[in-house]
């Protein structure tokens, strides 16, 4: 699961208000490399919630995220790539996903996250 | 400008939206206007010859190459019922139209096509030395000539491959400017790939699909539900980020093994992974809230209960016949796995529109199938298909698959933002579904209620009363 996955998720159990950002419990990371696409990054910027990725990134062990980011810095190629590594690179292979108000665990594995809930969450 | 576009006899419905949707990837009209069409006199609209309105060569070249049902795009130097009217035709053809590609330092080529009759080796050469009153000036290059020139005829006898008879025989001449590279349909035929399953969308049609929904490099597609990947691979083929999701684990993470998997089968044709895949339910997903407008395309292929049914979150388990809270014990938690349940075509149509209507940015497509019961005489032609206020419906194309069924590719356009109203309405609709659901498994008859939903489709305005049908079993006729 790439952080742009994470970036869109949220725990959508009945009765939780806020699900986002999911906590990452990592057992596994790995990185893969991905061919740059500025326009795909240009693009899709404005969708992700910044605090959360540059949070996510840095508890997977990649700091180099500035803590706030706006539109102009998609000027710098310095910044495209280090945005690109975080969003697309960088993969929770093995782990949970926990909701930020109950603790519940959303497993990881083999990459693929499990959002199905229970019976008595939906 | 108009050419000549001449079609494969096949996938009939399909031709004209491929070429429509292709010119607003390659024209950049910025007036939408639609793309004008006509066919020669006395030929029926399921002909393979069509004229179509282009902006420049260009255009015509990149929808014809990029196509999968355009035989080839031709400048029509032409057109005649007999071969003399033929060469008067193309006599009065503009010469500084003519001369470029008639110079000695380029090679060509002549090939004779027929639709609806066969020629002998010795009637196609005869043709071709018949129009020797072309000053060709050129070398002949049979394999890797600079300019491709066409005689093509149609004949006037009777049948024609199914269609009407066309009353007047037709003869074109032009120069090809492009075609359809069908090599890769036999490059990504299911037969050689690694990973399968029961409803793998033909590579064909998943190209198809990814015309439809404007794929181009850059572009983020998500298909909900992605099964092996088969319509995501249409989509990566052309450039497009794919993402996906699916209720069934098995398929998506597992598959048959390390090397039958999802991402095997994008590895098999070095195409890019996915950039996400998850198990999710479609009738629950688990989008933040907020995100919006993130996808330019969703293609799918819903289950629609013919092949394969759909199921949604929920449990299907009856505690003493009613539907109690039904309680995980904590301790069992971890490994559990969670029930699903019958989920019905209406319901199933009604998350993906809402779903669509939040998470395409607007221009974006949908793209998807629709199944259409053919038995219904009254049905036919007159389908009702889903609406939506944030969508545009600009094309339908039936694909009959047996007596009883067809399914209907439909490409809607996001026109209009998704609104706090609209979202509201949505939830109300979700939330009847439920309620409708938990009567459904009291009552006992989920199964007919999910697979007959007869008095759900019945449109209102529409006296006549669908429920009256048989009862159809799924996977019984197809």
Known sequence: MRLLTHNMLSSNIKAVANGFPLRIDAEKVIHKEVDLNPDFLRNIFSRIEWRALADAARSLGYAELPEEAEESMLESEEFLGKFHHALLEIHLEEGALVCPETGRKFSVSKGIPNMLLHEDEV | ?478
């Open chain 2, 1 to 478: 400008m108009w050419y000549l576009c001449v079609f494969f006899h096949r996938l009939l419905d399909y031709r004209r939206p491929e070429v429509e949707a292709l010119a607003e990837l390659f024209q950049h009209n910025s007036s939408n206007e639609p793309l004008e069409w006509r066919v020669p006199e006395n030929h029926h609209p399921d002909s393979p010859f069509h004229f179509v309105n282009l902006s420049s060569d260009d255009v015509a070249r990149d929808i014809a190459n990029r196509s999968l049902l355009v035989k080839g795009m031709y400048e029509l130097w032409g057109e005649g019922s007999t071969l003399e009217e033929l060469e008067q035709a193309i006599k009065s053809y503009p010469d500084e139209r003519k001369s470029p590609y008639l110079s000695s330092e380029s090679t060509f080529r002549i090939t004779v096509d027929s639709f609806g009759k066969v020629m002998s080796f010795e009637e196609q050469n005869n043709r071709i030395q018949q129009l020797a009153y072309i000053p060709f000036e050129g070398r002949v290059n049979l394999k890797h000539p600079d300019h491709k020139f066409w005689l093509m005829e149609t004949d006037d006898h009777g049948g024609n491959n199914g269609l009407p008879p066309v009353v007047q025989k037709r003869i074109f001449f032009g120069r090809e400017i492009g075609g359809s590279d069908r090599t890769l349909i036999p490059t990504y035929q299911l037969k050689s790939r690694k990973y399968l399953g029961p409803t793998a969308m033909d590579a064909e049609m998943a190209f198809l699909m990814a015309n439809q929904a404007l794929v181009k490099p850059g572009k983020l597609v998500y298909d909900p539900f992605v099964g092996t990947g088969s319509i995501l691979i249409g989509a990566a083929h052309f450039g497009a980020m794919t993402m996906g999701a699916d209720i069934d684990i098995r398929v998506v993470r597992d598959g048959r093994g390390p090397d039958r998997n999802v991402w095997s089968n994008f590895k098999q044709y070095g195409l890019p992974m996915p950039v996400g895949l998850l198990r999710a339910d479609n009738n629950l997903p688990p989008w933040r809230p907020g995100l919006k407008e993130v996808f330019d395309a969703i293609i799918c292929d819903p289950p629609y209960g013919v092949r394969a049914g759909g199921r949604k979150s929920g449990g299907r388990k009856l505690l003493k016949g009613v539907v109690g809270p039904y309680t995980v014990p904590d301790d069992k938690r971890t490994d559990h796995i969670p029930s699903t349940a019958p989920y019905s075509l209406v319901e199933c149509v009604h998350d993906l529109l809402d779903l669509a209507a939040r998470m395409l940015v607007i221009g974006g497509r949908l793209v998807y199938f629709f199944p259409v019961l053919r038995e219904d005489e009254a049905n036919v032609g007159n389908t009702v298909f889903p609406e939506h206020p944030c969508f545009e419906l600009i094309s339908s194309s039936e694909q009959i698959l047996s007596s009883r069924y067809s399914r209907v590719l439909l490409t809607m356009v996001k026109r209009r933002p998704y609104t706090e109203e609209i979202a509201e309405a949505a939830r109300v609709k979700h939330t009847e579904f439920r309620e409708n659901h938990v009567k459904w498994l009291e009552d006992g008859n989920i199964h007919s209620s999910v697979f007959t939903p007869a008095d759900q489709l019945t449109v209102s305005g529409d006296t006549k009363p669908l429920r009256d049908l048989k009862p159809k079993y799924r996977g019984k006729y197809v």
